[in-house]
């Protein structure tokens, strides 16, 4: 039997964003700096829906550390994209927020670089 999370897993690995990190990695030592400029981008993103959820549903960084069992400061660190998290870590997020993992990967057209 499949978990949940392993199946959450799974769909994610199947976002495109996520495809395309790995069609960069796997196409040659030349795209290495793009894939680390791309992943950058992605974890900027992913931090600032997570802010933008957490604004809208008035959590505290404090309150939505707590919910997730991780300390504040990882918070912080997530928001701002300078920190890479588990998945363990991003699953308590999506729990949460209330809201699906897909969604913390939806970045407005206006906010892609």
């Known amino acids: 039997m499949v978990s949940k999370l392993h199946l959450l897993a799974s769909k994610i690995m199947n976002n ?20 680390i400029k791309k992943i950058d981008v992605e974890l900027k993103n992913i931090g600032q829906k997570i802010k933008e959820i957490r604004g809208e549903k008035k959590l505290t960084q404090s309150s939505l550390a707590s919910l997730c069992d991780i300390d504040v400061r990882t918070i912080q660190l997530i928001e701002k994209g300078s920190m890479n998290m588990s998945l363990k870590v991003f699953f308590a997020l999506s729990e949460a927020l209330e809201v699906s993992p897909e969604e913390l990967f939806k970045i407005e057209k206006e906010n892609i670089n």
């Not at 495109?16 to 894939?35: E, Q, Y």
Request: no cysteine.
């Open 16 to 35: 495109l964003i996520t495809r395309n990190i790995f069609r960069v990695i796997f196409s040659g030592n030349s795209s290495l700096l793009i894939v």
